[in-house]
């Protein structure tokens, strides 16, 4: 069975940081690059950032950049996202997903999501 299973959401003040976990299973983790999405209340799911295959270059949405860092460990079929200096306006859910590479728009397997807050 395919599986992304998110974790490490929850509740943090402004201006504290998060580490975001995507754990793979059921499929070849090292064949697809891996996003980063959210979707806030009331607005379009967003891809935030991407990481390719081998981990060696990776992508950000200018919402994140230079705040958030995504990281991929293979051997422990896991992503991460490092979010710092977090703004209420990251209020969200979370999603990984797996897809053939990183600008390609179709991805092919999700994760069921983990929330995180940020409060004023």
């Known amino acids: 069975e395919v599986q992304l299973v998110e974790s490490g959401g929850g509740l943090v003040q402004t201006g504290g940081s998060l580490r975001l976990s995507c754990a793979a299973s059921?499929?070849?983790?090292?064949?697809?690059?891996i996003g980063w999405f959210r979707q806030a209340p009331g607005k379009e799911r967003e891809e935030i950032s991407c990481?390719?295959?081998?981990?060696?270059?990776?992508n950000y949405a200018d919402s994140v950049k230079g705040r958030f860092t995504i990281s991929r460990d293979n051997a422990k079929i896991t992503v991460y996202l490092q979010m710092n200096s977090l703004k209420p306006e990251d209020t969200a859910v979370y999603f990984c997903?797996?897809?053939?590479?990183?600008?390609?728009?179709?991805?092919?397997?999700w994760g069921q999501g983990t929330q995180v807050t940020v409060s004023s």
């Open positions: 990481i390719n295959r081998r981990g060696s270059s990776a």
């Open positions: 997903a797996a897809k053939s590479g990183c600008g390609v728009p179709a991805n092919v397997y």
């Open positions: 059921g499929f070849t983790f090292d064949d697809y690059a």
